[in-house]
């Protein structure tokens, strides 16, 4: 039987099924139920059962509100378990995705979200690589930590690999890196 001569899963998919849903119910391999989806002509659906024509749309759809503005993630997670958004045949982080709907420019470097509610996705909770910069600026300024040096010793910029204490001390990243490796060779 051809993936195409399948009116049971046809059915299920005209009803606005996912995927992934059809290929449960019925016992297919999903690549079968992607199969009968394209000869019948019929827009890639969400877990959620909405039709999604965007990246930001996709993202939407996976949002769950938790009140005060703070959004919760009701979509795939990875190894890690940071949020993602499949879209278009790509995986996009939904911190990336949250940071750019909001405020409208391509992110910098890692968005996290700097909220204290676990789990949160909205885009006014996140900041990038230049907003984090800026807070340290401004928290080094408060705690009267004054003009610091852009570079450790070996020459790394603080900029792109420090790591702060709790203390608010920072060190530099690449170093401790360098310097566990020394370690580990040691021991070796």
């Given at each position: 039987m051809r993936a195409v001569d399948r009116p049971d899963a046809a059915e299920l998919l005209r009803q606005g099924l996912p995927n992934a849903e059809v290929a449960r119910r019925l016992g297919m391999s999903p690549r079968t139920v992607r199969a009968v989806r394209t000869h019948l002509g019929l827009d890639r659906v969400t877990g959620r059962g909405a039709v999604t024509r965007t990246l930001e749309e996709a993202y939407r759809v996976r949002t769950v509100p938790l009140g005060d503005g703070h959004l919760g993630w009701?979509?795939?997670?990875?190894?890690?378990?940071?949020p993602f958004v499949r879209f278009g045949g790509r995986r996009t982080s939904a911190y990336r995705v949250a940071f750019r709907?909001?405020?409208g420019r391509e992110p910098e470097g890692v968005v996290m979200p700097?909220?204290?509610v676990k789990g949160?996705?909205?885009g006014p909770c996140m900041d990038d690589e230049s907003a984090r910069r800026r807070t340290r600026a401004q928290l080094a300024a408060l705690m009267g930590l004054g003009h610091r040096q852009p570079?450790?010793?070996?020459?790394h910029l603080y900029a792109e690999?420090?790591?702060y204490r709790a203390n608010g001390k920072r060190e530099c990243g690449a170093c401790?890196?360098?310097?566990?490796q020394e370690?580990?060779?040691v021991a070796a």
């Open positions: 009701a979509g795939a997670r990875g190894g890690n378990g940071a709907a909001h405020f700097v909220c204290d949160c996705v909205a570079t450790c010793s070996q020459g690999t420090a790591e401790r890196v360098q310097h566990r370690l580990k060779a």
